[in-house]
């Protein structure tokens, strides 16, 4: 291969390149919900779903069937901003698993909890068509059973 022939191959694979992103950015955003402004964020100027909008709601559920909302800090803060913008089953596995081993460092501390079930809910914001009012839409609901996992 010549120069010629080089210049011609490597001036197409920027364009080759970006065309591989846009096509990753698109199906993830169409297979897992990732925020249409992340990832490359060909969604930006389209799509009012960034990851700010949404809202993931964590409810511990005991054995006799009491459910109680998780308020999520410190290490765990960072973990729900990732689920949030990518709410995958390894990303929503990832903060499950934390809060689990969260939550029974806690019951072992004192704060008695027989912790059954992890129930995590994906909501995001979107737009009324006639009235623009803003409406809440789930995207995702998972329920994890860490307790039946261990036997």
């Known amino acids: 291969m010549n120069a010629v022939t080089y210049a011609r191959v490597f001036g197409w694979l920027p364009i080759f390149l970006l065309f591989i992103v846009v096509a990753q950015h698109f199906f993830l955003v169409r297979t897992q919900h990732l925020s249409p ?3 490359g964020g060909f969604g930006m100027f389209a799509s009012t779903d ?3 909008s949404r809202k993931i709601i964590v409810t511990a559920i005991s054995k006799n069937g009491e459910e109680n909302p998780i308020t999520l800090a410190g290490h765990l803060e960072e973990l729900y901003q990732r689920a949030r913008g990518l709410p995958s089953a ?3 596995d990832e ?3 934390a809060t689990w081993k969260e939550l029974e460092r806690e019951s072992v501390e004192g704060k008695e909890f027989s912790l059954a079930l992890l129930r995590i809910e994906v909501w995001k914001t979107h737009y009324n068509v006639k009235s623009l009012q803003p409406e809440m839409a ?6 994890f059973d860490f307790e039946h996992k261990k036997n």
């Open 37 to 39: 402004w992340l990832g």
């Open 50 to 52: 960034v990851g700010s």
């Open 90 to 92: 390894r990303q929503l």
């Open 95 to 97: 903060l499950a698993q």
């Open 138 to 143: 789930q995207i995702v609901l998972k329920i």
